[in-house]
């Protein structure tokens, strides 16, 4: 079973607007991390974030962690179609080194 | 600098024929990983190489699929023999370090059809 879920499944917004996709978990983690997949490439690291960090920013992207909620969200900022691909949360927790990806936010940015 | 190289990009083959997948990871990387994925079961880890070493190989299906990494620049991952259940697009990563506080790197991918 996947460690990580996000929500929504998919989501369609406009240009400039934000977007905020979810992932949630099952168990204690030691780190959490966003990727990136545009459609037929492979995955792209975006940011990594501890279980002791709360908040982290990175350009136009924050990330955040509820550990008690076992949840976190990744906000895009003024989205771009460029922003347009499938964003997947990982973590590790008991399995240790492994990470395990959830099933992905489908975006779409309308220009 | 090259990121991870996959090959080949896309792969059609005949079921029973023996399938192999390339992948040279990102020099001076100590970790790598191989993933399939496909749309009902999502991005999944089959094995992950430490060192060239084999470290966890639990995701494998099964005795049909082989990975091997002889060196710190090349991996294969080999099905033989090959089922139509097989399809699916076939990741390698790199990672400096194989703990989870380590971003890995992609490539893009094989994308394998099992006829």
């Known amino acids: 079973s996947q460690q990580g879920e996000e929500d929504p499944q998919a989501l369609s917004i406009q240009e400039g607007e934000n977007a905020t996709m979810n992932c949630s978990y099952k168990?204690?983690?030691?780190?959490l991390q966003w990727y990136r997949q545009n459609s037929g490439r492979g995955l792209v690291h975006l940011i990594l974030?501890?279980?002791?960090?709360r908040e982290k920013h990175s350009g136009r992207l924050r990330v955040t962690l509820d550990t008690s909620k076992k949840s976190s969200s990744l906000l895009i900022t003024a989205s771009r179609a460029a922003d347009t691909a499938s964003y997947f949360c990982?973590?590790?927790?008991?399995?240790?080194?492994?990470?395990?990806f959830g099933a992905g936010t489908i975006l779409r940015v309308k220009s | 600098d090259a990121g991870v190289i996959q090959s080949p990009r896309h792969e059609v083959t005949e079921m029973g024929q023996e399938v192999t997948l390339r992948c040279k990871p990102i020099?001076?990387?100590?970790?790598l990983f191989w993933y399939r994925q496909t749309m009902m079961r999502g991005l999944e880890l089959l094995i992950y190489f430490n060192n060239n070493v084999p470290i966890d190989d639990s995701g494998m299906p099964e005795d049909r699929f082989s990975a091997k990494m002889p060196n710190a620049s090349f991996s294969t991952l080999k099905i033989q023999p090959s089922e139509p259940r097989d399809s699916a697009v076939y990741f390698c990563a790199s990672s400096l370090r194989s703990q989870s506080n380590q971003p890995q790197h992609f490539g893009d991918g094989t994308r394998l059809s099992i006829l």
């Open positions: 974030i501890r279980s002791n960090e």
């Open positions: 990982a973590t590790d927790g008991r399995y240790g080194n492994k990470l395990v």
């Open positions: 020099s001076g990387h100590n970790s």
């Open positions: 168990t204690s983690i030691n780190n």
